[in-house]
C-alpha cells in the first residue's frame, strides 16, 4: 500500500490583474447572469465561453419547477457552443455569480456535472481549455486547465475495451 499525493495549480488574483481581454470576457459573463432564470434559489450564474475563431458565447443558468430540469449557466454556455461551431476549440471560460438573497463573497465553484463536461471538451479538442471563476468582490480564481479543477476526471478512453 502506497499513499500517493496529486498536485494542483491555480492563480488568485484581482480582475484587474487580468489581460484586456480576459477582463472583457469575465464582463461578458458579469452580463450573462442578468438573464438567468433563477426563481427558485435566486443564485444567477453568468458563464462567457471563447472560442478560438475569437467568438463569444454566453450562457446563465435556466432553472425549473421540476428542479433536475434546470441547467447551470457553465453547460448552457458550453453546450450551445459545441452545437453552434463543433470543430472550432474552446480557448476560456469565465463564470460569474451573484445572489439576489445574500452577498456572495467568493468565486462561484462550478459543480462537479460542469466540471466533467468541459473535461470533455478540453479532451475532445486535446487542447486545455482555461477557466476564470469570478466573485462579486472582483477577485478571480484561474485555472489553466479542467484537470485541475476535476482530477480522476473521467475520460473518454476508459469506455474502449483494451
Ligand atoms: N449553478 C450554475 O449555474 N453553475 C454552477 O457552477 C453552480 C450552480 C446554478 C444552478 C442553479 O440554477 C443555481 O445555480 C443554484 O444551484
Known amino acids: 500500500m502506497q499513499e500517493k499525493k ?3 495549480s491555480f492563480i488568485s488574483a484581482h480582475i484587474s490583474e487580468l489581460s484586456e481581454n480576459e477582463q472583457q470576457l469575465v ?3 458579469k452580463s450573462a447572469l442578468k438573464t438567468a432564470y433563477a426563481p427558485y434559489s435566486g443564485f444567477l450564474v453568468g458563464s462567457s465561453v471563447l472560442l478560438e475563431n475569437g467568438e463569444i458565447i454566453n450562457g446563465s443558468n435556466q432553472e ?3 428542479y433536475p430540469s ?3 449557466a457553465e453547460r448552457v454556455a458550453l453546450f450551445y457552443a459545441g452545437a453552434r ?3 472550432i476549440k474552446v480557448k476560456t471560460i469565465a463564470v460569474s455569480v451573484l445572489s439576489k438573497n445574500f ?3 467568493d468565486v462561484i465553484s462550478p459543480c462537479g456535472a460542469c466540471r466533467q463536461v468541459m473535461a470533455e471538451y478540453e479532451d475532445k ?3 486545455s481549455i482555461k477557466v476564470i471563476l469570478h466573485s462579486p468582490t472582483d477577485e478571480v480564481l484561474i485555472a489553466n486547465t479542467v ?3 476535476l482530477p480522476f476526471m473521467f475520460k473518454s478512453p476508459l469506455l474502449k475495451k483494451h
Open 6 to 8: 496529486i498536485q494542483l
Open 27 to 29: 464582463e461578458n459573463a
Open 103 to 105: 452577498e456572495v463573497n
Open 125 to 127: 479538442q486535446d487542447q
Open 85 to 87: 461551431y463543433p470543430d
Open 64 to 66: 425549473n419547477v421540476a
Open 147 to 149: 484537470e485541475d479543477l
Open 70 to 72: 434546470g441547467l447551470c
